[in-house]
C-alpha cells in the first residue's frame, strides 16, 4: 500500500512537471517577432533628411512630406534638380532585421533629374551615419536595395542591389560592379509593390519582391583600400530612403529586429524560416 501510493504520488508530480514544463516552454516560444512601424503614418519624427549641398534636417524644398497617410517624395517646389540627391535617414541603425517598404512612382519626373533616376528610389542599408556625410555628397556609403519601376517598354527589373563605397561576395567571388540586377519581374504604371531585405549582419543579405526571393549576396563591406580585394565588412548601419528626383510613395516603412536572436544560430533560423513561410504581396 505504501509503495503503490509512494508511486501515484510521483507519477503525480511528475505530471505536474510535464505540465508545468510544456506551459513555460510555450510561453516562452509562442510569442513571435512584431513589424515596427518605422513611418507613423502622421509625420518625419524619428527621420532626418540629409539633401546634397545642404545641411542635415534641411529638408529642402519639402522634398519629404507626409500626406493623406504617405509619407511623399515630391519636386513640386523645384525649378531644377540640380543633382540634388535626397536621402530620408531612419534615427537609429541596425545589424540584424528584416525590413520592408510598400511603394509606387508616381507622375512626372523633376526636370533635370538624370535619364537613370527615371522611376528610381532605393533603400539604403548598412550605410553610414548621416552627420558623418558631407555637404556636398551625391550618396551614403551603403548598400542600396535598389527600388525600380518599369517604363512600359522591355523589363527594368526591381530590388535590385547598387554599391556606393562598397562591394559584396557572391558565390565565392568579390563583386565591384556597380549596380547587379534582381530576377524580379517588371512593375509597370503606378501599382504598390512590397520590397523586403533580410540583413544578417556581415554575412547574408537576401532581397524579395511580393514574397518572392530574387537576389541574395554574402558579405557585405567598404571598398578596399588600395592594393586589397576585401574591405572592412559592414556589420550595421544606418536605413535610408532615396529622393533621386522621381515622385515617389511610401505607404508602409516597417521593420522586424533579429538583434536578440544573432548569438543563437539555430534559434535565428527557426525564426527566419518562419517568418519567410508567408508571402507578403502589396494590396492594389
Known sequence: MFKFTTLRNLLFL?????????????DTTAADPKWEQLFNGKDLNGWHPKIRYHDLDDNFNNTFRVENGLLEVRYDQYDKFNETFGHLFYKKPYSHYLIAVEYRFVGDQCKGGPGWAFR?????????????????????????????????????????????????????????????????????????????????ADSLVIHYVNGEEVMRYEKPQHDPAKGEKEGEFLKSGSISIQGESHPTDFRKIEIIDLEKY?????KLKAVVDKLMSTKRVAAQ
Open 262 to 266: 544573432a548569438k543563437n544560430p539555430a
Open 120 to 200: 528610381n528610389n532605393g533603400i539604403m542599408i548598412h550605410g553610414q551615419a548621416p552627420e558623418t556625410m558631407k555637404k556636398d555628397q551625391d550618396f551614403p556609403n551603403s548598400m542600396e536595395v535598389q527600388l525600380l519601376g518599369g517604363s512600359g517598354k522591355g523589363n527594368r527589373s526591381t530590388a535590385n542591389l547598387c554599391t556606393p563605397g562598397t562591394q559584396f561576395e557572391r558565390d565565392g567571388k568579390i563583386i565591384t560592379q556597380h549596380c547587379t540586377d534582381s530576377k524580379s519581374q517588371t512593375y509597370n504604371g503606378d501599382q504598390w509593390v512590397r520590397v523586403e531585405a533580410l540583413v544578417l
Open 14 to 26: 511528475g505530471l505536474i512537471f510535464l505540465v508545468f514544463s510544456s506551459s513555460t516552454i510555450k
